[in-house]
């Protein structure tokens, strides 16, 4: 089956979040089961940097009155086909943001329906979040490309109606109030990223104004992986020390090591939260910040954070951490090596998600032998189990209520449970064996791209 990928984020080019880890991870699986896949993103300034060779000028085309080219390269150690949009527009570094976000996202949209349509012909078009919305709507009225589109944050809905027909061609047809909606709407298959948050956004809650359409749909829900290559604490080398399952010992090593690392008192008998993400309120800041200093004030935990984001979050961890040196870290930036050294420094991971389509970073946590602390809602609901040390069951600590009590109670439950070493040993055990894999997810896409009509035999 020919598959193009169309996506803002990719890593290791461009990456902000969870959803660049995908479409990096997932496109190489389906390329080794056969398949034709290709991705294409907007070539930012950032991209030049991090290839090797220069990206060959392969096409040029014309989208909302403006002139575009294509180049292709492949994706970064893999052999799949990459093709990258140039226009003016993406030069700047930055990834989001800026006021002319609505329209430049618009305009590769369309780049990437004029290269499908008139350059390379892919039975499926893979869309993925709102940048990518408006081209489930344009191929609507073409029978020979299918189109998918993956929701990975139903928050974030891309412009509005209105601006769309000031910008571009908006079908007589089209039927939805922004570009969310108009994936959703037209896509011919939609999917989330794991099954309880493909049923709670079919609810008011959780379905940020579309779950009237969503429970229509009834979304597919398919669980991220991780790449089990690239996270693997056996392999890493921004870690000071490497370590498995089997060699577990080893890993206190990187504890001491981020300890020193980040000023935190050297102790390797100290409990250690890790928390890495986007600085957000789906993120659970909020009840963090009701609760932190309390917290560090009743153990003695060490706390360390990792992240960017909104300032006033930002600058009230800092602020904590400011109060409570040797105890907290406040780390505001982004940095790939540093989180991996998290993740294999911490004892617990904390992740007190509002809302979580699937979370990437709770199955590096597994992973690298953090236990995880989540709040049980959306993927974090169908990654993480209730730890039981009698029945020698669970991964992880939960908590279900969205209330800062339920989770500074959950918080204290880990600092207790870690000084019982061998049932926390078990726990890490059992978090490290878990399966996080791609395969499973990748086959279960491929059913999803062969369930649309025409596609059963391709
Ligand atoms: N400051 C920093 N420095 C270094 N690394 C950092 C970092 N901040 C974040 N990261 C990394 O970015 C990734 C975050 O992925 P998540 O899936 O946990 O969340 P995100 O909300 O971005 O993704 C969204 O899309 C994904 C993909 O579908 C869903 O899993 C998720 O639920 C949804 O919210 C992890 O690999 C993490 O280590």
Redesign the pocket.
């Known amino acids: 089956m020919k598959i193009l990928f169309a996506a803002a984020e990719v890593a290791p080019l461009a ?5 660049a ?2 479409v990096g991870a997932l496109p190489p699986i389906l390329k080794k089961m056969g398949h034709d896949v290709r991705i294409i993103m907007p070539y930012y300034g950032v991209i030049p940097d991090k290839l090797k060779e220069n990206p060959e000028w392969i096409w040029k085309g014309y989208a909302m009155f403006q002139e575009f080219d294509i180049f292709q390269t492949v994706l970064p150690g893999t052999d799949v086909p990459l093709y990258l949009v140039g226009h003016g527009a993406f030069i700047p570094a930055r990834i989001y943001g800026g006021d002319d976000e609505d329209w430049r996202f618009t305009m590769f949209a369309n780049a990437v329906a004029e290269f499908a349509w008139n350059y390379w012909k892919p039975n499926v078009i893979h869309c993925h979040d709102w940048h990518t919305g408006m081209i489930p709507v344009w191929m609507h009225q073409v029978s020979d490309i299918g189109t998918v589109f993956t929701i ?2 139903l928050a974030y809905q891309g412009p509005w109606r209105w601006f769309l027909d000031k910008i571009t061609w908006t079908p007589w047809y089209m039927d939805a109030h922004n570009t969310m909606a108009g994936g959703i709407k037209y896509a011919d298959r939609v999917n989330t ?1 794991s099954p309880t948050y493909a049923q709670q956004i079919c609810t008011p809650t959780y379905g940020e104004g579309l779950e009237g359409l969503l429970s229509f749909l009834k979304p597919w829900g398919i669980l ?1 992986g991780i790449d089990t290559d690239l996270e693997n604490p056996a392999t890493d080398t921004a870690l000071v020390q490497n370590y498995s399952v089997e060699t577990l010992d080893d890993r206190l090593a990187n504890k001491i090591a981020l300890q020193k690392e980040l000023g935190l008192a050297v102790n390797p008998a100290t409990f250690l939260i890790g928390m ?3 600085l957000v309120e ?1 993120k659970g800041l909020d009840l963090l910040l009701q609760t932190l200093e309390r917290y560090l004030a009743y153990t003695d935990a060490q706390f360390v954070v ?3 984001g909104e300032r006033y979050y930002e600058s009230q961890l800092w602020q904590i951490a400011a109060r409570y040196p040797g105890r907290m870290s406040a780390q505001i ?4 090596a ?2 991996h050294r998290v993740y294999a420094g911490s004892d617990a991971f904390l992740m007190p998600s509002r809302f ?6 709770q199955l ?1 946590a597994l992973r690298y032998g953090s236990v995880p602390i989540v709040r049980r809602t ?2 974090l609901v169908d990654t993480v189990s209730f730890h039981d040390p009698i029945g020698q069951v669970g991964t992880g600590f939960c908590f279900d209520r969205y209330e800062p009590l339920d989770m500074y109670t959950c918080m204290v439950r880990a600092w207790e449970s870690y000084r019982y070493t061998d049932a926390w040993r078990l726990l890490q055990e059992r978090g490290m064996n878990s399966n996080f894999s791609w395969q499973s997810s990748a086959d279960k896409y491929v059913q999803l791209y062969r369930s649309i009509p025409g596609l059963e035999n391709v």
Do not use: A, Y
């Not at 979580?356 to 970073?361: A, I, Q």
């Open positions: 990456k902000v979040g969870g959803m880890d995908v990975h944050n990223v991220n890495v993400g986007r789906q990792l992240g960017t930036l982004f940095n790939s540093l989180s979580e389509p699937c979370g990437l970073s590096i959306g993927g």
